[in-house]
T-cell receptor, first 112, second 113 residues
């Protein structure tokens, strides 16, 4: 079945460091891919998405490119801030049941 | 302003009581979802509904019930049969029609003692 694998956290970085959070997937066909962010005590917010191979989603300085060859959708940011501290979830849209299949989440901690 | 509202933000109940969590959306979305999130954990799907008057069990439906009588509303009842109900509950909606992105409410933190 469809699945999403994210790198385990927590990921701890200093402010202004470069961020990569890895996400790989297994799915039939070419699903839509998503990154969500969850700040403490809040609901999830859609951060960015890509709907076909080679698409690049971007928002608030974050980027992710849909790589069909490596079945990956890694999240990147050039210079992180303390305010980026949150949990990040990767997800794919499953054709089999019209739902999102979720990764386990990666906690990001940014130190000043 | 379009969005999803969940109420209340915090809810406290005694063991053995049923409790209903509210979820309303004014996005005109067809699909709605309920997730459970335990501390430091990911999302687990409880129930979902693709259309009014129809809903399906998710991965952890035991001890929960839902209804979908209106497009805008998808209330979740946590029954006394749910063995471990204390958790953070998240409601989401999705446009449907081949679009998979889900939009979330702020969540309800339920504590049962």
């Amino acid at each position: 079945g469809d699945s999403v694998t994210q790198m385990e956290g927590p990921v701890t970085l200093s402010e202004e460091a470069f961020l990569t959070i890895n996400c790989t997937y297994t799915a039939t066909g070419y699903p839509s891919l998503f990154w969500y962010v969850q700040y403490p005590g809040e609901g999830l917010q859609l951060l960015l998405k890509a709907t076909k191979a080679d698409d690049k989603g971007s928002n608030k300085g974050f980027e992710a490119t849909y790589r069909k060859e490596t079945t990956s959708f890694h999240l990147e940011k050039g210079s992180v801030q303390v305010s980026d501290s949150a949990v990040y979830f990767c997800a794919l849209g499953s054709y089999s049941n019209y739902q999102l299949i979720w990764g386990a989440g990666t906690k990001l901690i940014i130190k000043p | 302003d379009g969005g999803i509202t969940q109420s209340p933000k915090y809810l406290f109940r005694k063991e053995g009581q049923n409790v209903t969590l509210s979820c309303e959306q004014n996005l005109n979305h067809d699909a709605m979802y309920w997730y459970r999130q335990d501390p430091g954990q990911g999302l687990r799907l409880i129930y979902y509904s693709q259309i009014v008057n129809d809903f399906q069990k998710g991965d952890i439906a035991e001890g929960y019930s839902v209804s979908r009588e209106k497009k805008e509303s998808f209330p979740l009842t946590v029954t006394s049969a749910q063995k471990n109900p204390t958790a953070f509950y998240l409601c989401a909606s999705s446009p449907g029609g081949g679009r998979y992105e889900q939009y979330f409410g702020p969540g309800t933190r339920l504590t049962v003692t």
